[in-house]
T-cell receptor, first 116, second 115 residues
Framework: AQKITQTQPGMFVQEKEAVTLDCTYDTSDPSYGLFWYKQPSSGEMIFLIYQGSYDQQNATEGRYSLNFQKARKSANLVISASQLGDSAMYFCAMRRGGTSYGKLTFGQGTILTVHP | DSGVTQTPKHLITATGQRVTLRCSPRSGDLSVYWYQQSLDQGLQFLIQYYNGEERAKGNILERFSAQQFPDLHSELNLSSLELGDSALYFC??????????????FGPGTRLLVL
């Protein structure tokens, strides 16, 4: 079974600073994908970034980067130069490879608050 | 805008009632997923359909059912509603090639309140 753990219920960061949101995962599958989603107060789920289990390099998407440490089973999201609009709930999620395993397993989420 | 549409956005109903939530996937996506987000359970996978066929089931109650139609839109039917069914219900879609890197794009959700 897969499990995602986000140990930080809430995080605070000053505008323009960088922040790291933690995510650890547990799976016995060699092939898996890791995703981060953002959920603003309006409720929608916005895809941010993806990291594959076989990827050699850490994923980056604009101000988002993923610190992937496979041996430690961690996939932390780094947001650089935080903006007020980054205040939201952030979810880490995982899926297995293969057509029968498309579901995402989510962590409990981390609420990020960006202070001006 | 993810390209996934869900209706209605809000739904208020009474216990014991039945409701239908509707989802239209992104153009070209064959797979539809339903998720439930509640305060106590977090985000939980309910069910997946691929090109009209049920592909995978998660923590979906027997009172809940879903289907995907030939035009690929999907409906989630919730019956004999209980207070605990109050939640945000998401639909997501993907091409579903089976790749682990395939991204699911979420609709705006339907917020259900059972009184």
């Amino acid at each position: 079974a897969q499990k995602i753990t986000q140990t930080q219920p809430g995080m605070f960061v000053q505008e323009k600073e960088a922040v790291t949101l933690d995510c650890t995962y547990d799976t016995s599958d060699p092939s898996y994908g890791l995703f981060w989603y953002k959920q603003p107060s309006s409720g929608e789920m916005i895809f941010l970034i993806y990291q594959g289990s076989y990827d050699q390099q850490n994923a980056t998407e604009g101000r988002y980067s993923l610190n992937f440490q496979k041996a430690r089973k961690s996939a932390n999201l780094v947001i650089s130069a935080s903006q007020l609009g980054d205040s939201a709930m952030y979810f880490c999620a995982m899926r297995r490879g293969g057509t029968s395993y498309g579901k995402l397993t989510f962590g409990q989420g981390t609420i990020l608050t960006v202070h001006p | 805008d993810s390209g996934v549409t869900q209706t209605p956005k809000h739904l208020i109903t009474a216990t014991g009632q039945r409701v239908t939530l509707r989802c239209s996937p992104r153009s070209g996506d064959l797979s539809v997923y339903w998720y439930q987000q509640s305060l106590d359970q977090g985000l939980q996978f309910l069910i997946q359909y691929y090109n009209g066929e049920e592909r995978a089931k998660g923590n979906i109650l027997e009172r809940f059912s879903a289907q995907q139609f030939p035009d690929l839109h999907s409906e989630l039917n919730l019956s004999s509603l209980e207070l605990g069914d109050s939640a945000l219900y998401f639909c997501a879609s993907s091409v579903e090639s089976g790749s682990r890197q395939e991204t699911q794009y979420f609709g705006p959700g339907t917020r259900l309140l059972v009184l």
